[in-house]
């Protein structure tokens, strides 16, 4: 949209690059070209903007095919405007010199020109083609069809329409026919999957199986290592216990010729003990037969009453201490009577 002030009566437009405008006045062409600005009074000028810059055009519309299926088609056309002056004489492309806004909607007929077109070239190939095929193959035949069909529309050229491309994105059928076209497939897919899973799960049964023979053998090496492992822990164990039998028979023959050797030591030790033990008991008897002789002959020499002496001495040494004597009537009379009677035969 071209960009339009005002200045004291006066209006002033600014164009776009991308946009060809035509200022007529009195039915003379002043300003004619992309991108121009000028001053112009709005009571005297007819402006017109016609846009030369490449435009897509989405279309989606239905079609039939040869076995009466509904397909949707998506298609994308790209077309500029080639010659403005013959454009801005066929199409309404004049604009309002106080706003600068179209008085019409150009755009929007040559939309549906161009969707027209190329919805009747492609019902004209879809209405002589099978659903499957349409699907597998349409898309590009489609393409072709409706490129050639608007290169060959002489209503294009004719108002200054160029079509730089087209483009078909996809063909689709109804939802119900499109999920039962995908059931084989999905089926087939479910079918390899399934197929996929199984050769999965036996090759996981192999490893497995793999797996626990490993372990087996494994655990019948393992078994077959402890038993020669008891079997050298035993021969171990038989060579140790020989080696401390033989080592506790020569400890023990050792003790015993210790023992032995110090039973003879201890038994001539006795024997000597003994011998000087009698020797000095012969000695000591000895000594004492001839202490007693000696005592016997100093006694024989000595009188009778110096022995009752002695003996009384003797006695008295080995009586135990008396504290106290308690003679009673019965005593005193009888030792006072034999007193008495020892005195009178003394006297007598």
Do not use: C
Request: proline share 4%; glycine share 6%.
């Amino acid at each position: 949209m071209a960009d339009i002030t005002r200045r004291l009566g006066w209006r002033h437009l600014r164009g776009a690059p991308t946009a060809h405008i035509r200022h007529h006045r009195s039915g003379k062409l002043l300003h004619d070209g992309p991108g121009l600005s000028f001053w112009f009074r709005a009571l005297t000028a007819a402006l017109s903007e016609v846009p030369v810059d490449d435009r897509e055009l989405a279309m989606t519309f239905h079609a039939r095919t040869s076995d009466f299926q509904d397909v949707a088609v998506q298609a994308t056309v790209t077309y500029r405007i080639s010659d403005p002056a013959l454009a801005s004489a066929r199409l309404d492309f004049s604009v309002d010199p106080d706003t600068g806004v179209w008085r019409g909607a150009p755009l929007e007929q040559l939309g549906t020109l161009l969707t027209e077109t190329a919805q009747q070239h492609a019902l004209a190939v879809l209405a002589r083609t099978t659903l499957s095929s349409a699907l597998v193959d349409g898309v590009t035949a489609v393409r072709e069809r409706i490129a050639a069909g608007l290169g060959a529309e002489p209503r294009l050229p004719a108002t200054g329409i160029e079509v730089v491309a087209v483009r078909v994105m996809a063909l689709r059928p109804e939802p119900e026919v499109e999920r039962a076209l995908r059931t084989p497939a999905r089926e087939q897919i479910q079918q390899e999957a399934d197929k996929a899973t199984y050769e999965r799960r036996a090759v996981a049964v192999e490893r497995e199986r793999a797996i626990a023979e490993n372990e087996l053998d494994s655990q019948i090496e393992l078994a077959r290592r402890e038993e020669q492992l008891v079997d050298q822990r035993g021969t171990n164990a038989r060579r140790e216990a020989e080696e401390h039998a033989a080592a506790d028979g020569v400890r023990a023959e050792a003790e015993a010729t210790r023992t032995v050797r110090l039973a003879d030591a201890e038994a001539a030790r006795s024997v000597r003990l003994a011998r000087a033990e009698a020797e000095g008991s012969r000695e000591v008897g000895d000594a004492r037969a001839h202490a007693q002789a000696a005592w016997l002959r100093v006694h024989a020499d000595v009188d009778v009453a110096t022995l009752n002496a002695l003996t009384g001495t003797r006695l008295a040494e080995n009586l135990p201490n008396i504290d106290s004597v308690t003679i009673s009537p019965d005593v005193l009379t009888g030792l006072l009577a034999r007193l008495g009677a020892g005195g009178g035969e003394a006297g007598a």
